[in-house]
């Protein structure tokens, strides 16, 4: 039998562009995803996962306008990575790529799209790290 973990659709989004505001989080909706699946994505507990959509085309072309990603809220700053995850930046939500330096203390944080700005040699400490991105979805 399959069992579901239910993953919060939150009404918020993050831009990949120039900034969200992070207003609301309520929740709009849900997703089910078969538990083992899920776990091989993350150890993580469902009450740490969270979907909210992409705003922008700065992370083109891995992200969309629109997407929805997963967000795992238990993996960020302490687990810090190369990887794709969701900043705050002031009041601003945002999805970029992040890659760590090879003395591990400074990260550049990446807009997949060229015609956006970049930011290389950040001390890590700075970031603020709302979670890492597990999965994506996309309309057809």
Do not use: C
Not at 10 to 29: P, R
Not at 30 to 56: M, P
Not at 62 to 81: A, F, I
């Amino acid at each position: 039998m399959v069992e579901l973990v239910h993953v919060p659709l939150l009404n918020v989004e993050a831009s990949a562009g120039h900034g969200a505001l992070a207003e609301m989080e309520a929740k709009s909706a849900q997703f089910g995803f078969d538990e083992k699946w899920l776990r091989r994505l993350t150890a993580s507990k469902a009450s740490s996962l969270s979907i909210i959509a992409v705003h922008g085309d700065s992370m083109e072309p891995t992200l969309h306008d629109g997407d929805e990603v997963m967000v795992d809220l238990g993996d960020g700053q302490s687990r810090l990575r190369d990887g794709i995850y969701v900043l705050r930046m002031d009041d601003m939500l945002s999805v970029k790529r992040i890659a760590l330096e090879p003395q591990g203390k400074r990260a550049s944080v990446l807009s997949d799209n060229p015609a956006y700005p970049s930011w290389r040699g950040l001390e890590k400490r700075t970031l603020n790290i709302v979670g890492r991105v597990l999965w994506f979805g996309r309309a057809l």
